[in-house]
């Protein structure tokens, strides 16, 4: 099934993934506006909140368009506070794969967020879309976040030396990770 089918609102139970809308402006702007965030994944911080406030209508149309999807990062007894932001994007219908991402506010880094929706978002993939593998990559300079993909099972392939270009960074060097069903922890 084709992820961008219906936007998916991905209950756990210690996790709720689900649109991000106008209410959630103001944590979408602790987040997208913190210069640390950026230390860590393609882009800089963004300057304004009319520039975050547009993100919430490409969320919407970049699902349409089937290029990406984004969801709110909550817990389940506070549905309307947003902790972070999950992503899929890169969908190769012919080997159904995606490539995953995640940014949290800063306020709530290493309180395991991160990890919990990671693993939510995959077993949606993996048990509703038919997905057979999730790939993501991180910046050698961020081991929190290659902690987390460890913690979900993810397998680290390799080094990709100056791998990529980051606007604000220029080329830089990543890790690339994967998940296959059936080892996702």
């Known amino acids: 099934m084709n992820p961008f089918s219906r936007f998916p609102e991905i209950r756990a139970q210690d996790i709720l993934l689900r649109k991000i809308t106008e209410h959630d402006l103001d944590a979408l702007c602790s987040i997208?506006?913190?210069?640390?965030?950026?230390?860590?994944?393609?882009?800089?911080?963004?300057?304004?909140?009319?520039?975050?406030n547009h993100l919430i209508d490409h969320f919407e149309r970049d699902f349409q368009k089937g290029k990406e999807l984004?969801?709110?990062i909550c817990l389940p007894e506070a549905p309307e506070k947003l902790l972070g932001v999950v992503e899929m994007f890169h969908y190769d219908p012919k080997v159904e794969m995606v490539t995953i991402g995640y940014r949290l506010d800063e306020q709530h880094w290493g309180?395991?967020?991160?990890?919990?929706a990671t693993r939510a978002l995959c077993l949606y993939l993996f048990d509703e879309m038919g997905i057979r593998r999730i790939q993501a990559s991180v910046m050698p300079e961020n081991p929190a976040s290659m902690r987390v993909l460890?913690?979900?099972?993810?397998?680290?392939?390799?080094?990709?030396?100056?791998?990529?270009?980051?606007?604000g960074k220029g080329i830089v060097d990543l890790v690339s990770f994967s998940l296959l069903p059936g080892e996702l922890t």
């Open 32 to 52: 997208y506006q913190n210069p640390n965030l950026y230390r860590y994944i393609p882009g800089e911080a963004k300057k304004s909140r009319k520039t975050v």
């Open 70 to 72: 984004f969801l709110g």
């Open 111 to 116: 309180k395991g967020y991160a990890a919990r």
């Open 150 to 167: 460890e913690k979900c099972g993810f397998v680290r392939e390799g080094y990709i030396r100056q791998g990529s270009y980051c606007r």
